[in-house]
């Protein structure tokens, strides 16, 4: 900002503070734009979450691979976000038994076990709507709830082809 004087009297002129501010501006716009835009990817384009797989085991050696229509057999351990368990297959050690992909189980397990190996491990953290959505599961899993599960592949049994 310059200041003039006439007579005593300053008059102020904006040397461009004005335009300075106006691009300031733009800037942030565009930056936060880009900020909410790569949010929204990482979301998903409707805003929903994302199913998150982590290997916790790796196998080294792995002829075969589970894919949709196999039966596998697996331990797991089931927990609300905030690591209230729901469920879990080892106090009875008793294996859970189901085939891939053919919708016996949620969305989230039948894309998140794919391409698992025997004695694999691995943590799974499941967005509601490939969980059991608003409905839940009640008593145990409320509407809307994001669960974390802890498996491991026993057994893949391939079912021969036709």
């Not at 953290?125 to 026993?154: H, M, N, Q």
Request: glycine share 14%.
């Amino acid at each position: 900002r310059t200041r003039l004087r006439r007579g005593g009297s300053s008059i102020g002129v904006d040397s461009g503070g004005a335009a300075r501010r106006d691009m300031r501006l733009s800037w942030v716009l565009t930056v936060l734009s880009i900020c909410l835009s790569a949010l929204a990817t990482a979301t998903g384009a409707e805003g929903k979450r994302k199913l998150q797989i982590g290997v916790k085991k790796r196998v080294d050696h792995c002829p075969i691979k589970s894919r949709k229509g196999d039966v596998l057999h697996m331990h797991y351990t089931g927990k609300l976000e905030d690591g209230t368990e729901f469920d879990s297959s080892l106090p009875q050690n008793q294996p859970f038994v189901f085939s891939l992909g053919t919708g016996q189980v949620i969305k989230g397990w039948d894309q998140g076990l794919l391409g698992m190996c025997e004695g694999e491990k691995r943590k799974l953290v499941i967005p509601s709507e490939l969980g059991y959505g608003e409905r839940g599961a009640p008593p145990k899993i409320p509407g809307g709830a994001t669960l974390v599960f802890e498996v491991e592949l026993l057994k893949i049994e391939r079912r021969s082809e036709l």
